[in-house]
């Protein structure tokens, strides 16, 4: 069985570095599931879809083809948007778009195929709730506000975007409200995800304590494995 490790947690908290570094060190699989809903709020602002349209944007999410290579790009059929969906806008509308259960249907089937092919690392707001509820290891990844708004400033500022560090935060905040707050799959901590603080954490040190935890889990399943096959044996 392939093993699966969620990662959850607020805008901002470092899941896309950490799941892709961890992915990158395990050799394993990785998936970063706010970059469908991103691209899916692409296409909608492309066509002129507004993101209250649950109805539209559930139609529009079922007739794309959304998809995610080995390499970490996004493709909506053959057009590669791993650059276009990562501007502050389309990151705005990604969490309205985020909402809606007929958005969120559409797209279970296609991040839970991504498990059936290895062992895999995800990243997003309901891995460890939804998606994966029995996932192996499920990771809460937190930072203060403060340390959030200022990596995703950095990360704009890097892709040449400028926007004020106190817009970056009133955004953050607004769209952490809005994914704890929605009724539907809400960004939640969960009582069995390990929950780890990165504010005053270099990238080294948080993929060690990943590391950490995924030996951990390995050890964990090969035993109740062994366990299984004793008892089975009898
Ligand atoms: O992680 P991100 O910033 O790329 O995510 C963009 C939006 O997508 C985020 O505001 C909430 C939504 N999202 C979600 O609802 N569920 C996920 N599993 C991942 C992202």
Redesign the pocket.
Known sequence: MPLVVTI?GP??AG??TMAKRLAKALGWRYL???????AL?LMAFEAGISAEDGDALGRLAQSVAIRQDQAGRTWVGDRDVSDA??TSHI??M??P???HPPV?VALVDL?RRVAADGDLV??????GS??FPNADLKVYLDALGAVRADRRYQELVARGEVVPLDTVRLQLDE??A??QG?AY?P?KRLPDQVYLDTSDLSQNQVLDALLGLVEDCRRRVASLQKNKNQGGSK
């Open positions: 959850d805008s901002g899941k896309s970063d599931t706010g970059a469908l809903y991103r709020a969906i990562r990151g705005a990604a969490s778009v985020s909402a969120r991040q995800c990243e997003g707001r309901d891995m939804v998606i769209r952490d809005r994914d929605r799959a960004l």
